[in-house]
């Protein structure tokens, strides 16, 4: 069993079904997530380049996808809204928890997270790779951190049970979500800085941070952030982060956050990486059908099997019963 806590394929299916199609989810990927052992993720509402220039319309036309995929799935898709709705022993339904990557949509209005929590949206984190009303991005101004507005927006996400994400922020922001939230909070797909020195990833601190508050971080297959040397962005390399998280927070706040990108058009890929378009991914674990590579690799690296579970599904399921 695998949770998946961060995936674009939301993006994927928008541009199945402006084709035409329907019940994409089920047609297409149902038995690749089957075969892969993924039975739940977090899928994510993002204004993907070059939708961001009205981001607003992207997201909604994003969550109507998903609303409208759970609805032809006919009971396939079980959409989490709350913990008694998560169940990874049920391996016949796909379990999705929808979340907002950034909040540029909402511009000052908070008031609309309210509107997004009630069509059943769980998650969000405060920026994507730019700066907004409420925070800023690793590409952002080092010294801006969360607005007030920021902190407004922490504070209700928390009042409403929605999990504050803090991967994408830049370290000011990060400290300020740090100060500013009560419950366990997740950095849903981002590694170690002092293994791979990439602006995305966290310092140890950082991770640290994350663990005492009870959260989870979530390892990202994106080759530049596995490792700076591209003989390294492999399955050997993801098992260099982990051993370096178990070591510095231990096994209780390791989880998965694959970011695969074979969702993403080229022209959303090249806007923010350098990576060359034909494997953003690490050799071995590059898409959903490879995730079982990754899971034959924690034995192999003789981890204790109750370390893989908490790894793969139990930390999640641990960190949703405490924050929905």
């Known amino acids: 069993m695998i949770f998946d806590g961060h995936s ?9 079904r402006q084709q035409g199609q329907k019940n994409v989810f089920k047609s297409f990927y149902y038995d690749q997530y089957r075969a892969s052992s993924v039975y739940g993720g977090i899928f994510v509402l ?56 950034g909040l540029s949509h909402l511009k000052n209005d908070i008031s609309l ?25 690793v590409l952002g101004d080092p010294t801006r951190g969360l607005t007030p507005s920021g902190i407004e927006a922490v504070e209700r996400m928390e009042q409403l049970g929605m999990i504050v994400d803090v991967s994408h922020l830049n370290e000011k922001s990060f400290w300020d979500v740090a100060n500013h939230t009560h419950k366990p909070f997740i950095a849903s797909h981002s ?11 966290l310092t140890d601190d950082q991770l640290k941070a994350v663990s005492a508050s009870g959260g989870l971080v979530g390892l990202n297959c994106y080759g530049d952030f596995v490792s700076a040397s591209k003989s390294l962005q492999t399955l050997e ?36 990486s350098d990576t060359p378009l034909a494997q953003p991914g690490i050799n071995g674990l590059n898409n959903i059908s490879e995730v079982k590579n990754l899971t034959a690799y924690l034995y192999a690296m003789g981890l204790s099997e109750n370390v893989i579970l908490k790894i793969t599904h139990r930390n999640y399921e641990r960190f949703l019963r405490e924050v929905l």
């Not at 674009?8 to 299916?13: E, N, Q, T, V």
């Not at 996808?65 to 989490?80: F, H, M, P, T």
């Not at 590694?191 to 990833?201: G, I, L």
Request: charged fraction near 25%; charge should be negative.
């Open 191 to 201: 590694n170690a800085r002092s293994v791979c020195d990439h602006k995305r990833n």
């Open 237 to 272: 390399g993801m098992g260099i982060q982990i051993n370096h998280l178990l070591k510095t927070i231990g096994p209780d706040h390791i989880a998965l956050g694959f970011d695969f990108c074979d969702y993403l058009e080229a022209d959303t890929l090249g806007s923010f």
């Open 113 to 137: 997270l309210d509107g997004y929590y009630d069509q059943g949206v769980r998650h969000a984190s405060l920026t994507w790779n730019d700066v907004n009303e409420f925070a800023t991005s």
């Open 46 to 101: 993002w204004a993907d380049p070059p939708n961001d220039i009205h981001p607003k319309e992207r997201i909604d036309h994003l969550l109507n996808v998903a609303l409208n995929e759970i609805e032809d799935a006919q009971g396939l898709i079980r959409l989490i809204t709350k913990f008694s709705d998560l169940d990874m022993k049920d391996t016949n339904h796909f379990q999705v928890l929808l979340g907002m990557e």
């Open 8 to 16: 674009d394929l939301l993006i994927a299916l928008s541009k199945q």
